[in-house]
């Protein structure tokens, strides 16, 4: 199933191959770029380019640059404001302070009330301001 899974797009593939991942909780990141790649505009793509990009956080490099895609690509994806948050925080760790300040304002003006709106408020805040991050250990 899984090989005729991933050698042609069927209808409701994109589902199919997320199940197989256990609804996100796989490491097996050949199921996620087959979602990304076979169905780039599915329900789970967004969802499953996190999980590439999450996966590249150990070179810092890599993680910045699929952030940027999958900014562009998915910008109206709840995953997004998860992406942005920590896009911002790999730039605060390269002393980038300049860059993470801009998407921290960004993320806390464009969703206000959602968890990583709240969490750039409080990064912003303690980058801009000196106040303590809670949140931050």
Known sequence: LLQSMTKQKTRHGDLVLWELTDGGASNNLDLYRNIVARYPKGDYAPESSWHLVWAKRADSQAFLEACVAHEQLFRQSRSYPRVVFWHAKMLEQQNRK??????????????????YGYRALARLNMLTKGTRDAGWQ
Not at 98 to 115: G, I, N, W
């Open 98 to 115: 300049p860059e993470a300040v801009r998407l921290y304002h960004q993320l806390s003006k464009a969703f206000p009330h959602h968890y």
